[in-house]
């Protein structure tokens, strides 16, 4: 069966990258060292010569595109509009009415989604309402906005704080793809922006190490709560960064925090045992403790939780940015993807078994139910029932590039399913959202979160049908 197979001058000062107080770009500044530097980092843009043009034609990159194609049409519109975008703040930029999760979030997933579309030969007029030129500004405006509010361009401005890098990597991902079409200060705004949260993830964001769930002995040291996702996101700040800036001289220091994060993300309590090499070091030499557990589980909220198991190395994929590069992705940003993958589908729990701490409801059985897009959450969900393309993403992820043959076909019948299942929900409403209230998904980022899954996974297949993605393990 055929498979996908798979250094700017950086202010370096002594010991930031050991726990030492975290600089940003506007202490950076009052240190006499000024933002608009000329030595910033130069963006090596996307090769667009090298990969065929036009949309995704297979049924499975084509359904993400129809998903993703309602995300554009609700964002250029019932969105934008509840924003108030129509209505740029004085300064000209977008008044995003805060610098917090939900005021920075929402916008750098929408824009994220919105130029993936329009970059991929996907975007349709027809279907949003709203046409490309005009797609194209809302786009740019975001982006522009986005990069010009961060703290490394504006006092008081968004990021160095413990989500921000999530949002800074969806940022840089849109403004990556819209690089030829953004004006010079947008494009070294960007870089700032990067470098600045980069900075902030390499010095664990004030932490002595990254957050882990159990310790090297196998000692619970964050009880109920994993830092799989979180390690995640902090490595795609930083997959962002070796993507777009391959020739900064702090390249081979991040790539390494990269591979850090990433075998630590869906690590169990048995890896730190292996000598196995992962990127130039044995696995045991890289993990300074686990995230999840031995059958493949991972717990937050003080519960086995499905969207946390999807919330690491599926969401959060180097895949997208380093084939975008045309660059091989680390062999540990697949880590344990298909042992996490394994138990969505193939773990049985049985009703009133106690799992840390808790027993298991009923019906019990798979989180992935035989024969239907429904979901399984053996205790409970404090996130609403209703989400599919989290699920959807990690199918994508292990249909694609999984080496086992077996479980790549079962993912690809399941991401049918939960393709399916959102787009049935979308059909509901003229204006393309997708839920219909809390009960479906109880976070105000439902429908943005949605848009920022639906257009990574979209440039998954679009990646893998040009045959543009391949993997390392090679030391960096």
């Known amino acids: 069966m055929k498979s996908y197979l798979l250094k700017s001058t950086f202010f370096v000062l002594t010991g930031i990258f050991f726990g030492s107080p975290t600089l940003t770009f506007a202490q950076y500044s009052k240190k006499g060292m000024k933002a608009d530097n000329p030595h910033l980092a130069k963006v090596v843009p996307v090769a667009w010569s090298k990969f065929k043009s036009g949309p995704c034609v297979l049924p499975a990159g084509e359904r993400f595109g129809k998903i993703l194609l309602n995300a554009n049409k609700y964002a250029l519109n019932t969105w934008w509009q509840a924003n108030k975008f129509n209505q740029p703040a004085s300064d000209g930029y977008l008044d995003f009415h805060g610098k917090n999760e939900h005021h920075i979030r929402p916008a750098a997933s929408e824009a994220q989604g919105l130029a993936i579309s329009l970059q991929l030969g996907l975007y349709n007029s027809q279907a949003t309402g709203v046409s490309k030129k005009e797609a194209k500004k809302k786009t740019i405006e975001l982006i522009r906005s986005l990069v010009h509010r961060h703290l490394a361009t504006a006092a008081n401005g968004w990021g160095s704080i413990w989500q921000s890098p999530l949002w800074a990597s969806r940022t840089a991902m849109a403004s990556w793809l819209m690089w030829d079409q953004l004006d010079a200060q947008t494009r070294k705004e960007t870089v700032k922006m990067l470098e600045s949260e980069a900075v902030w993830v390499m010095s664990n964001k004030g932490k002595p190490v990254i957050k882990t769930y159990r310790n090297r002995s196998g000692k619970i040291i964050s009880p109920g709560d994993t830092g799989s996702e979180e390690n995640a996101w902090d490595s795609d700040l930083l997959v962002a960064a070796t993507a777009m800036l391959p020739g900064d001289v702090n390249y081979s220091r991040w790539m390494n925090k990269v591979i850090e994060l990433e075998l630590a ?59 975008l590069a045309r660059l091989p992705v680390p062999k540990a940003g697949m880590f344990n993807c298909d042992i996490i993958y394994n138990t969505l589908a193939n773990l049985q729990f049985t009703p009133g078994k106690i799992i840390n701490g808790k027993p298991a409801t009923q019906p019990g059985g798979t989180m992935f139910i035989a024969r239907s897009a429904e979901i399984y959450y053996p205790q409970g969900d404090d996130w609403g029932t209703g989400r599919r393309l989290n699920f959807a993403m990690a199918d994508a992820v292990t249909s694609l590039f999984s080496p086992i043959a077996g479980l790549r076909l079962k993912a690809a019948i399941w991401e049918r399913k939960h393709t399916e299942y959102t787009l049935m929900q979308q059909a509901r409403f003229e204006d393309g959202h997708t839920y219909l209230n809390s009960s479906e998904n109880k976070s105000p980022n439902g429908d943005s979160q949605n848009a920022m899954l639906a257009s990574r996974a979209y440039l998954l297949h679009w990646l893998a049908e040009r045959h543009a993605v391949t993997f390392t393990n090679k030391k960096y």
């Open 265 to 323: 993300t869906y690590s169990r309590p048995s890896d730190v045992e292996r000598t196995d090499v992962y990127n130039g070091k044995p696995l045991s030499g890289w993990l300074p403790g686990t995230n999840a557990n031995e059958d493949g589980t991972v717990i937050n909220h003080n519960i086995v939780h499905p969207d946390y198991m999807t919330a690491g190395l599926f969401e959060f994929t180097p895949i997208v940015f380093y084939s």
